[in-house]
């Protein structure tokens, strides 16, 4: 509870809940912009769709939402994400997005000791490329 009230009270422009026709909660979407000059960006910390609202583009929307207001609003570089290493399904999920992997993390989840993957999205290709290699300091690489 703590962890949704710190990004409401912070960041509330990066908190989105899709609702059903029964009010009833489809998704959610809860993100942060943080850094600064060139590595100033949005973050993504949970997207979230309920399994019976699945491969309705529900997701597609928030995320492209959460794109629409780090670069409008924060006026900044890319978005970053952090996915577990055995989540295909959002990793496929975020690479339909043009989201490329730029990084792995060895046992970044505390709960399982699971490895993560860095994800990005940048606005610009000359500073996609840049800020790639910026924020992985070795070569780009693809799964
Ligand atoms: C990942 C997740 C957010 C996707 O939500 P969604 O609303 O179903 O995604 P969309 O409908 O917008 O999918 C867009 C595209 O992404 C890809 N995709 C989405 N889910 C996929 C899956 N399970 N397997 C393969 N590709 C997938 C497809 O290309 C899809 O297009 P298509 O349906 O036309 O084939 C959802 O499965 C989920 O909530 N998972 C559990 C939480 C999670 O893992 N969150 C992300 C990590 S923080």
Redesign the pocket.
Known sequence: MQFYMHYMCNWPEYFKVALGPNNDIM?YLIGKAEGSDQKWHGH????????E???????????KYLEKVTNELHKAWFVD????SG????I??????GYSIYRKVLKYYSDNKEDAYGLSLCFCSFVSLLSSLYLSGSQIYTV
């Not at 989540?87 to 959002?90: E, I, K, L, Q, S």
Request: aromatic share 12%; no cysteine.
């Open positions: 998704g993504v910390s949970a997207v979230t769709v309920a399994p609202y699945r491969r309705l583009g529900l997701a597609t929307d928030l995320m994400l952090f996915v577990r989540n295909a399904a959002a496929k999920f975020y690479q339909h997005l």
